[in-house]
Nanobody, 113 residues
């Protein structure tokens, strides 16, 4: 079993920034590829960014150039730096493995226009 605790969400104006954090209850080295997922109301979570065990990150097109996904294995912590936020980035964000395991509580990101 592994637990994920996300934090750092909030409400910002369009163009603003947020830094999400996720602490895992197990060593990141044991979890493989990790992802930041977003969930819109009534929809299934989808991956917006992933990171390999070597720290190589990949992004979906609509966040590429704006989001930066990093990991700190020593702290079992993942980060998602979100810049130039847009109203369409509004969602609940989760960290999880890919494929996913049980979900944490997530953190709400709201971008006001």
């Amino acid at each position: 079993q592994v637990q994920f605790v996300e934090s750092g969400g909030g409400t910002v104006q369009s163009g603003g920034s947020l830094r999400l954090s996720c602490v895992t209850s197990r060593s990141l080295d044991t979890l493989g590829v990790m992802g930041w997922w977003r969930q819109d109301p009534g929809r299934q979570p989808e991956v917006v960014a992933s990171i390999t065990t070597l720290g190589v990150a990949y992004y979906v097109d609509f966040v590429k150039g704006r989001f930066n996904f990093t990991r700190d294995n020593a702290k079992n912590t993942l980060y998602l730096q979100m810049n130039n936020l847009k109203p369409e980035d509004t969602a609940v964000y989760y960290c999880n493995t890919i494929p996913h395991r049980d979900w944490g509580h997530g953190t709400q990101v709201t971008v006001a226009s």
